[in-house]
């Protein structure tokens, strides 16, 4: 009697434990929201935009990469949210194309489709949208007196705006001088949600491995790899759109 308690048990904790060991990148835990400063990657990218508010770069699990390759992007799809889609999720280099949405589907989406709430990819993109017009980070720090400027911010008067508002740390990254220079650019803002879509912090909390590639993570199609967490020290440039774009 007692032997086949201890088998159950064991088999009922094998199976339990047994799918998250073979396929560790079906469990996400947190969502990161990811805004890209417009005016800053088309400096770094050398495109031309005249756009003047944060627009979304990915929704990223923090967990997994290429889920599932013949879940393929149709645009068909989400139809319905185009519109917003081309002016909140533009693809700066390409602005006719839908190559950047089909490129966060497949490498983020299809991972955070293991997730019920985000099995689709109407689901997934509208909940993107859903989330970047809730925390609204061009109001943010318009409000709290952080506008494009050619007057440089200290990193600590933006980093109070958004963490002030939202009462979670984000992650603020920023383009760093050359050799010799003296302030930094202010180039992406990463805001991160539970699985319920809650707030929570950025940075890895002790109980939680992240993973590398999460902390490797730079999407090649939007360039950005120089991006890095801004320093604490240097003065931040958020730059506005110039005056002849
Ligand atoms: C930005 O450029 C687009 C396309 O050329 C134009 O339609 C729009 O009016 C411009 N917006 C601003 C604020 O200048
Ligand atoms: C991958 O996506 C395809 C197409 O939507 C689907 O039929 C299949 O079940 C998915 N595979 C997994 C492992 O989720
Ligand atoms: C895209 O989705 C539409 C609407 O569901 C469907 O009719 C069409 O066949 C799909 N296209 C491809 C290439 O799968």
């Given at each position: 009697m007692r032997s086949i308690t201890v088998a159950?048990?064991?088999?009922?904790?094998?199976?339990?434990?047994?799918?998250?060991?073979?396929?560790?990148?079906?469990?996400?835990?947190?969502?990161?929201?990811?805004?890209?400063?417009?005016?800053?990657?088309?400096?770094?990218?050398?495109?031309?935009?005249?756009?003047?508010y944060w627009t979304l770069h990915g929704l990223w699990p923090n967990s997994g990469n290429m889920c599932?390759?013949?879940?393929?992007?149709?645009?068909?799809?989400?139809?319905?949210?185009?519109?917003?889609?081309?002016?909140?999720?533009p693809d700066l280099l390409m602005p006719l194309s839908s190559e950047f949405w089909e490129y966060e589907w497949l490498k983020h989406g299809t991972c955070a489709a293991k997730a019920e709430s985000l099995n689709s990819q109407h689901k997934y993109f509208s909940k993107a949208l859903e989330l970047y017009h809730k925390f609204d980070l061009s109001s943010v720090l318009r409000n709290h007196q952080i506008v494009p400027s050619e007057e440089h911010y200290t990193f600590d008067a933006v980093e109070t705006a958004i963490t002030s508002f939202y009462g979670v740390k984000t992650k603020i990254q920023c383009i760093h001088p050359q050799k010799g220079g003296q302030v930094q650019t202010l180039g992406q803002i990463e805001i991160c949600v539970d699985q319920d879509f809650q707030l929570i912090n950025c940075e890895k909390s002790s109980k939680e491995v992240w993973s590398n590639e999460i902390l490797l993570q730079s999407d090649p199609v939007s360039g950005h790899s120089d991006l890095s967490v801004c320093d604490h020290s240097m003065p931040v440039y958020y730059p506005p759109v110039p005056h002849r774009w």
């Open positions: 159950v048990l064991f088999c009922t904790g094998y199976f339990l434990l047994s799918p998250a060991f073979a396929h560790p990148w079906r469990e996400w835990t947190r969502l990161i929201l990811t805004h890209t400063w417009p005016q800053t990657f088309c400096n770094v990218e050398q495109c031309k935009t005249n756009i003047s599932n390759s013949s879940w393929h992007f149709n645009e068909s799809l989400i139809k319905d949210i185009l519109p917003e889609m081309e002016k909140f999720w």
